[in-house]
């Protein structure tokens, strides 16, 4: 056969079949804090408008059952990270001084993809501890993400809400200034600054006692700082500082694949979104930052475009886990929420229980390889790992990742069908998913917690009881009726399954 016609077959032959996937596309999550399932307008949500999240789902698969771990952030980063549920290591929200939970030497999502060649980065917010006991903020703090698997490291140490309320880059807190030390404590008063409870005149909106310590920005935060004035961030500028490190990672790996977990501030509280996006819906500061971190999903896709990486660039859209409005600052979002329904249809949100919690908005896009389309597949954060490892060829180890599957197939788009089970955390229990069967554990908290128990549960309706719930979501997607006494072989089924998992895991 001549050269010419030789050539013209296999052209003939790669046009007639699909084009084989990249071996080593870029991957870029984009992980928000507390946003809702119906937060986003391919979800459902019209007082705000999200068109560059909508562009992804429109050309993208959309996950219509896909959760977080948890159904509060610490644990659910945790999760995402290392392929195992954070209730293994007794995990819940951490103060901004804790030590590193997860320990050097730990496989993570990021070291298990630097086997596969790829350079690393973290830019946002963190809040998995730093450091080895009582960190020392004027020297290099680790270790951090540098020592489990990323290359770069832009952070937010802990929360907006928490101190210290500067910017961490690698080990070094940008700007510090040497003669104007940073102390940290979340014990007795460190420092002069005012604490909300002192000079409430000061605030730009009122707080609840747990966030009334040190004023940074017009906001009281958790925790006291001292020194560390140059250093202070301004919440105003997170979107444009966070932003463009994005950028300048993304630019400077552009040859070579890249993993860029991009972890939001938005829209956890304090919401104080950039001016040029106040009054941009009219549900106050919640739906500003949601508009703020849409438009920040705009420019990181259009980075990838400009540069020619779009096709070759896998991104997941989701968040750490449910929303919650009054979350401890009075920025009216409760009383401007107006029609919108920031979980969409399911019952809870943030700390819960119910399937609000950790129901995430979930979105996979990757040009050329996914389908845009909808998946009923249930799948958790945790399958993230595995998955990943498997469509890269990663071995995984006995002992790694023991919670997380290989969903590779579902996450493509390849398959509706994913997870058997999953496990989701609340604050104080945990439930199980079977399918379309939804239990609940009972919880049975004993003297002055049950009162405590009680009120948390009125406040965040968080399905908290002292008997079993069963919950049939094929039928009741909002949770209404507890049908445990309906069916009794099943709960105890599902209950043992529970006890089973928590202690084997899902890989053993």
């Given at each position: 056969?001549?050269?010419?016609?030789?050539?013209?077959?296999?052209?003939?032959?790669?046009?007639?079949?699909?084009?084989?996937?990249?071996?080593?596309?870029?991957?870029?999550?984009?992980?928000?804090?507390?946003?809702?399932?119906?937060?986003?307008?391919?979800?459902?949500?019209?007082?705000?408008?999200?068109?560059?999240?909508?562009?992804?789902?429109?050309?993208?698969?959309?996950?219509?059952?896909?959760?977080?771990?948890?159904?509060?952030?610490?644990?659910?980063?945790?999760?995402?990270?290392?392929?195992?549920?954070?209730?293994?290591?007794?995990?819940?929200?951490?103060?901004?001084?804790?030590?590193?939970?997860?320990?050097?030497?730990?496989?993570?999502?990021?070291?298990?993809?630097?086997?596969?060649?790829?350079?690393?980065?973290?830019?946002?917010?963190?809040?998995?501890?730093?450091?080895?006991?009582?960190?020392?903020?004027?020297?290099?703090?680790?270790?951090?993400?540098?020592?489990?698997?990323?290359?770069?490291?832009?952070?937010?140490?802990?929360?907006?809400?928490?101190?210290?309320?500067?910017?961490?880059?690698?080990?070094?807190?940008?700007?510090?200034?040497?003669?104007?030390?940073?102390?940290?404590?979340?014990?007795?008063?460190?420092?002069?600054?005012?604490?909300?409870?002192?000079?409430?005149?000061?605030?730009?909106?009122?707080?609840?006692?747990?966030?009334?310590?040190?004023?940074?920005?017009?906001?009281?935060?958790?925790?006291?700082?001292?020194?560390?004035?140059?250093?202070?961030?301004?919440?105003?500028?997170?979107?444009?500082?966070?932003?463009?490190?994005?950028?300048?990672?993304?630019?400077?790996?552009?040859?070579?694949?890249?993993?860029?977990?991009?972890?939001?501030?938005?829209?956890?509280?304090?919401?104080?979104?950039?001016?040029?996006?106040?009054?941009?819906?009219?549900?106050?500061?919640?739906?500003?930052?949601?508009?703020?971190?849409?438009?920040?999903?705009?420019?990181?896709?259009?980075?990838?475009?400009?540069?020619?990486?779009?096709?070759?660039?896998?991104?997941?859209?989701?968040?750490?886990?449910?929303?919650?409005?009054?979350?401890?600052?009075?920025?009216?979002?409760?009383?401007?929420?107006?029609?919108?329904?920031?979980?969409?249809?399911y019952k809870g949100g943030k700390y819960s229980a119910f399937e609000a919690g950790t129901r995430m908005p979930t979105i996979i896009h990757w040009p050329g390889t996914v389908d845009a389309g909808v998946s009923e597949a249930l799948i958790s954060q945790v399958d993230l790992y595995a998955s990943l490892a498997a469509m890269l060829g990663v071995e995984i180890a006995d002992g790694e990742a023991v919670d997380s599957l290989n969903v590779v197939d579902a996450l493509l788009g390849r398959s509706e069908t994913a997870r058997d089970y999953i496990i989701e955390e609340s604050v104080v229990t945990l439930s199980l998913r079977k399918g379309n069967w939804k239990y609940i554990a009972p919880t049975s908290p004993q003297g002055n917690e049950?009162?405590?128990?009680?009120?948390?549960?009125?406040?965040?309706?968080?399905?908290?009881?002292?008997?079993?719930?069963?919950?049939?979501?094929?039928?009741?997607?909002?949770?209404?009726?507890?049908?445990?006494?309906?069916?009794?072989?099943?709960?105890?089924?599902?209950?043992?399954?529970?006890?089973?998992?928590?202690?084997?895991?899902?890989?053993?």
């Amino acid at each position: 056969m001549k050269k010419n016609a030789l050539f013209g077959l296999i052209l003939l032959l790669v046009s007639c079949g699909e084009a084989p996937a990249p071996d080593k596309p870029n991957i870029i999550i984009l992980y928000v804090d507390d946003l809702g399932y119906g937060d986003i307008g391919v979800n459902g949500a019209t007082a705000v408008q999200t068109p560059n999240i909508d562009r992804l789902a429109a050309g993208g698969l959309n996950f219509t059952d896909a959760h977080s771990t948890a159904a509060t952030c610490t644990p659910s980063r945790y999760a995402l990270l290392t392929g195992e549920h954070g209730f293994r290591s007794n995990l819940d929200i951490v103060d901004g001084d804790a030590s590193a939970l997860i320990r050097p030497g730990k496989p993570t999502l990021p070291s298990m993809l630097k086997k596969a060649g790829y350079s690393t980065a973290v830019i946002g917010k963190w809040h998995l501890g730093l450091g080895d006991g009582v960190v020392d903020w004027n020297k290099e703090v680790k270790p951090g993400p540098r020592e489990i698997g990323f290359d770069y490291s832009f952070l937010m140490p802990s929360t907006g809400d928490r101190v210290p309320s500067v910017y961490l880059e690698n080990h070094t807190i940008i700007g510090l200034d040497p003669n104007d030390p940073i102390a940290v404590s979340y014990g007795e008063k460190v420092g002069s600054r005012p604490t909300g409870r002192e000079r409430p005149d000061l605030l730009r909106y009122q707080a609840d006692d747990q966030h009334s310590d040190t004023i940074i920005n017009g906001v009281s935060r958790i925790g006291t700082m001292a020194g560390g004035e140059a250093a202070l961030w301004l919440d105003e500028e997170f979107v444009d500082i966070f932003t463009g490190k994005a950028r300048d990672f993304i630019r400077g790996n552009k040859d070579d694949p890249f993993f860029l977990f991009y972890s939001f501030h938005d829209i956890h509280v304090p919401r104080l979104p950039n001016p040029r996006f106040i009054g941009k819906t009219d549900m106050g500061p919640r739906g500003d930052a949601i508009a703020q971190m849409d438009w920040v999903v705009g420019e990181i896709t259009a980075e990838l475009e400009m540069l020619g990486l779009a096709e070759n660039t896998l991104i997941l859209f989701t968040s750490d886990n449910g929303p919650v409005l009054n979350d401890g600052y009075s920025d009216q979002a409760v009383e401007r929420l107006g029609n919108h329904k920031p979980a969409g249809i399911y019952k809870g949100g943030k700390y819960s229980a119910f399937e609000a919690g950790t129901r995430m908005p979930t979105i996979i896009h990757w040009p050329g390889t996914v389908d845009a389309g909808v998946s009923e597949a249930l799948i958790s954060q945790v399958d993230l790992y595995a998955s990943l490892a498997a469509m890269l060829g990663v071995e995984i180890a006995d002992g790694e990742a023991v919670d997380s599957l290989n969903v590779v197939d579902a996450l493509l788009g390849r398959s509706e069908t994913a997870r058997d089970y999953i496990i989701e955390e609340s604050v104080v229990t945990l439930s199980l998913r079977k399918g379309n069967w939804k239990y609940i554990a009972p919880t049975s908290p004993q003297g002055n917690e049950r009162a405590q128990w009680v009120a948390i549960d009125k406040a965040i309706e968080g399905g908290f009881t002292a008997q079993a719930q069963l919950y049939n979501l094929a039928e009741d997607p909002t949770e209404q009726n507890n049908i445990a006494n309906d069916h009794p072989e099943l709960v105890q089924e599902m209950s043992q399954k529970l006890a089973e998992l928590r202690i084997s895991g899902f890989r053993n």
